[in-house]
Each structure stands twice: as structure tokens, then as C-alpha cells.
């Protein structure tokens, strides 16, 4: 049997640490994931909330270096949970209870797309050829090839 599941989205709200009585750590989250369809009447694409609980470990990282609007990528298993509201109706809800949680996005890319300055003040990396990136008047630690073959054995 295969009960794996992969998502990717954005945090709704911060995620709260919470502890059971026994004293392990848990914390649960929705992510908001986007479809990869459009709707056909609208032309936009529909939302998912989708509710995440992590444990131990994996809640207090989440609860450390994630908060709402940033991209997380969950990773774990489907749990289908019964349950009865206050009236006594029988319930039923989906959630993912995460194994591993890893970052969607960088600091940077999160802070400049809600509105907070960038985390890091260093320049653009410097790539590979041409110097493109480096900052003006520095070497980008590469050297221009001859397009002379000279004596090549082959």
C-alpha cells in the first residue's frame, strides 16, 4: 500500500506550537494551494485550503522559520479523520500529516513579494562566462577561451 502525498502552497495564517499533554509538539496549518487548471467561466484558477498537522520536530521548525504567506512545501500522508460536531453529527475531514516540510521560496523572494525589505544586502552572484553578475570593474573569476584549436590531437 502507497499513502504519499506532495503539496505546495502558501501558509494562510502563522503556525501556532502547540503541546499534548504528554508533552510532544504539534502544530497545525492550512496552506492555500493553487490548481493547475483554469476555471472555465471565470478563466482563473481555483484555491485549495488544504489542513496540514506536523509533530516533534518537524512543528517546532515550521513553527520557527514559517509564517503566513510563505511557501511551504509538505510532504506526508493522507489521514481521513471521523468525527461529531457539537449536534452530534458524524463528520468526516482530510488533512496531511507532514513528515517533511521544506521551503517554496527564499527570504528574498518572500520579503520583496509582501512588501518587506530584502533579508541580505550581497549583490546578485556572479554566473558563469562573461562576468555577468559580477559588480563592474571585478573579474568574475573565469577566463575567455581561444577559439583557436591550435594542436589538438583529434
Same mark, same amino acid.
Given at each position: 500500500?502507497? +499513502?504519499?502525498?506532495?503539496?505546495?502552497?502558501?501558509?494562510?495564517?502563522?503556525?501556532?506550537?502547540?503541546?499534548?499533554?504528554?508533552?510532544?509538539?504539534?502544530?497545525?496549518?492550512?496552506?492555500?494551494? %493553487? $490548481? *493547475?487548471?483554469? +476555471?472555465? %467561466?471565470?478563466? #482563473?484558477? +481555483?484555491?485549495?485550503?488544504? %489542513? /496540514?498537522?506536523?509533530?516533534?520536530?518537524?512543528? #517546532?521548525?515550521?513553527?520557527?522559520?514559517?509564517?503566513? !504567506? $510563505?511557501?511551504?512545501?509538505?510532504? !506526508? $500522508?493522507?489521514?481521513?479523520?471521523?468525527?461529531?460536531?457539537?449536534?452530534?453529527?458524524? $463528520?468526516?475531514?482530510? #488533512?496531511? /500529516?507532514? *513528515?517533511?516540510?521544506?521551503?517554496?521560496?527564499?527570504?528574498?523572494?518572500?520579503?520583496?513579494?509582501?512588501?518587506?525589505?530584502?533579508?541580505?544586502?550581497?549583490? =546578485?552572484?556572479?554566473?558563469?562566462?562573461?562576468?555577468?553578475? =559580477?559588480?563592474?570593474?571585478?573579474?568574475?573569476?573565469?577566463?575567455?577561451? *581561444?577559439?583557436? %584549436?591550435?594542436?589538438?590531437?583529434?
Amino acid at each position: 500500500m502507497l +499513502n504519499r502525498i506532495i503539496i505546495m502552497g502558501r501558509l494562510v495564517r502563522d503556525p501556532e506550537l502547540r503541546t499534548t499533554q504528554s508533552g510532544v509538539s504539534v502544530t497545525s496549518f492550512t496552506l492555500a494551494v %493553487d $490548481r *493547475d487548471f483554469k +476555471n472555465r %467561466d471565470s478563466g #482563473e484558477k +481555483n484555491t485549495d485550503f488544504i %489542513d /496540514v498537522v506536523a509533530w516533534r520536530q518537524t512543528a #517546532e521548525f515550521i513553527c520557527k522559520y514559517f509564517a503566513k !504567506g $510563505r511557501m511551504a512545501i509538505a510532504e !506526508g $500522508r493522507l489521514q481521513i479523520r471521523d468525527w461529531k460536531d457539537r449536534d452530534g453529527n458524524n $463528520r468526516r475531514s482530510a #488533512e496531511v /500529516v507532514a *513528515d517533511n516540510v521544506y521551503f517554496g521560496d527564499s527570504k528574498r523572494d518572500n520579503a520583496e513579494s509582501y512588501g518587506g525589505p530584502p533579508p541580505y544586502g550581497n549583490p =546578485a552572484p556572479a554566473s558563469f562566462g562573461g562576468g555577468y553578475g =559580477a559588480p563592474s570593474g571585478e573579474p568574475s573569476g573565469f577566463a575567455e577561451i *581561444d577559439d583557436q %584549436d591550435g594542436d589538438l590531437p583529434f
